[in-house]
């Protein structure tokens, strides 16, 4: 049992060092802040409203990930929705003005990249890490009312996810004509909240004073710490299988699984436990076990991996075109147990270190360790490291002997 | 004549409160540490080993402290053998192999080894795992 709770604090620690650090979090929410604000500001022939502007993705999910080396970047998912029915737009003509909009700032129009199939990319210069962000904006506007009661009454979609369902524009490879895609990441952004909600509730005060005591010069008060940044295990497991995945394919990034499969089976079997590691080899075994629970379909020998809010989109759909890619996928479940297991099993923190530094990266794992062990100074010096009897076993609060201050020193003859 | 006896008064005192602080030590050490082994040596000097494990995920370091009224408490680790570097003072490692806990006068006479050193060991102990992990000794010191 105590193995299993260190364990938990190590995987939580490891987590931590995925993060995106909190500065850079913040000089993100105010580029996209600022992006969104032009485009918000634009006059668009026909509309009677703003435009709705929203991030999507990781940094909405709360499941951003580190890059693993300065040559990768972070990727912000921002979604410019005017609210104009398709009967008023064509996909061609709402891409060019939304791209037009952003063309018409100079700043944004010096790095905005050739045009995306879906999208329109802005590429930052490098920060003072030498990490660098692009923001990708999708022009959208809300999908048919037809569709979203078809959602409702065909498929048991909850109104409120398929309120959300919108249109977006697809430009084809082949003949450069566009079309319309169905798409609605903000109903599937409220079902992932909904799903870490009861754990989310639990944890959420006592995070956010963590992150308070943490980052006074950001965070001063509890209204002042953003609900985005805290991190249930739910997610927490998310961004650990997202860098194992990263670092287990950097030989074939081809064939790796897309972080929407990660995230959505994850989030399937996820079952409110509060215990990250507990948390971690469920939803592994959850997912290697796909026949039993389900969460992963064979539909007449064709793979599904179905969204949750639009149940004819299949997020394994390049599975069934490629068997390479389930073949991979399930190669690197097994590979995902095989790791955590074998990391428990090791005796002594260095060989734990050791054992998981080539599967999460060396970098992260090193500075997981140091937090750890800084963490124990403080205790020691805020006077609540204690010392169990007969073991000796360190601990903040439970233990007969109270360690003292003291200086380590030396060496000397 | 007066003068020898009370030299060898004054040194049957001091000898007595070497026994006495010897016998104080190992009894707070037996409270602790009830499995642990231990040798007396003559008066003045005994010998404590024990499994120490630093935490949960810790492997399980055999230490063995020698004690001496003159010398104080010097502790060693004989299981596994240590990964030393060149420069010793990375892990606080004196160069007759015992290991630096306390800079001088944190540690006296009256305090029970008990309470201070071996909750200093484990931690030292700690500290060294972590450092083969990082490079870096994260204890202070």
Avoid at chain 1, 137 to 165: C, E, N, R, V
Wanted: proline share 5%.
């Amino acid at each position: 049992m105590e193995q299993r709770q260190q364990f938990n604090q190590i995987l939580r620690h490891i987590a931590e060092s995925l993060d995106i650090p909190i500065s850079k979090y913040e000089l993100a929410k105010k580029r996209y802040t600022a992006v969104g604000k032009w485009l918000e500001d634009g006059y668009y022939v026909g509309m009677s409203s703003i435009p709705e502007i929203y991030v999507q993705g990781s940094f909405r999910l709360g499941t951003v990930v580190r890059p693993i080396t300065e040559e990768d970047e972070y990727d912000i998912d921002l979604v410019c929705q005017l609210n104009i029915s398709k009967q008023n737009l064509s996909p061609i003509r709402l891409k060019k003005i939304i791209g037009d909009r952003l063309k018409s700032n100079k700043d944004y129009a010096r790095m905005m990249d050739k045009e995306g199939r879906r999208c329109w990319t802005l590429n930052y210069a490098e920060d003072s890490d030498g990490v660098r962000f692009h923001m990708d904006i999708l022009p959208a506007i809300p999908d048919d009312d037809s569709w979203k009661h078809t959602l409702i009454s065909k498929h048991g979609i909850p109104d409120q996810y398929a309120a959300y369902a919108i249109a977006i524009t697809n430009k084809e490879r082949i003949n450069n004509s566009y079309d319309w895609l169905r798409s609605n990441p903000r109903g599937y952004a409220d079902w992932f909240d909904n799903t870490k909600q009861p754990v989310y509730t639990q944890i959420e005060t006592q995070e956010k004073l963590i992150l308070i005591e943490r980052h006074g010069d950001i965070y001063v008060s509890i209204e002042d710490v953003p609900n985005e940044i805290i991190k249930t295990p739910l997610q927490r497991v998310i961004q650990i299988l997202k860098r194992h995945r990263d670092i287990w394919f950097q030989k074939n990034p081809e064939n790796k699984p897309i972080s929407m499969i990660i995230t959505t089976l994850s989030a399937l079997a996820y079952d409110n436990e509060t215990e990250l590691f507990l948390a971690l080899i469920n939803i592994i075994d959850k997912i290697e076990h796909y026949v039993d629970t389900g969460l992963i379909e064979k539909r007449i020998g064709q793979w599904w991996i179905p969204n949750p809010v639009d149940p004819l989109e299949n997020f394994a759909d390049k599975w069934n075109e490629n068997p390479a890619l389930p073949s991979a996928f399930f190669k690197w479940v097994e590979q995902l147990k095989y790791d955590f297991n074998n990391a428990l099993k090791q005796k002594g923190l260095h060989k734990i270190a050791e054992s998981l530094s080539p599967v999460i990266g060396q970098r992260s794992v090193a500075d997981a360790f140091e937090r750890l062990g800084t963490s124990y100074t403080e205790n020691r010096k805020r006077g609540v490291l204690k010392t169990a009897v007969s073991t000796g076993v360190l601990s903040a609060g439970s233990g007969a002997i109270k360690n003292p201050d003291h200086t380590f020193h030396g060496p000397h003859n | 004549m007066r003068l020898k006896i009370q030299i060898i008064h004054s040194m049957a005192h001091i000898i007595e409160q070497i026994r006495k602080n010897v016998a104080y030590q190992i009894s707070e050490l037996k409270r602790y540490f009830p499995d642990a082994k231990y040798e007396i040596q003559g008066n003045r000097t005994f010998i404590w080993k024990s499994g120490i494990k630093p935490s949960e995920l810790s492997d399980i370091y055999i230490i063995k402290i020698k004690y001496s009224s003159s010398e104080g408490p010097k502790v060693y680790v004989l299981d596994p053998n240590l990964v030393i570097p060149k420069d010793r003072s990375l892990i606080h490692l004196n160069y007759d192999d015992t290991l630096c806990l306390f800079i001088f006068g944190e540690w006296q006479k009256d305090m029970s080894i008990a309470e201070t050193i071996i909750p200093w060991t484990s931690e030292w102990l700690l500290y060294y795992e972590i450092w083969l992990a990082t490079g870096k000794w994260l204890g202070g010191g």
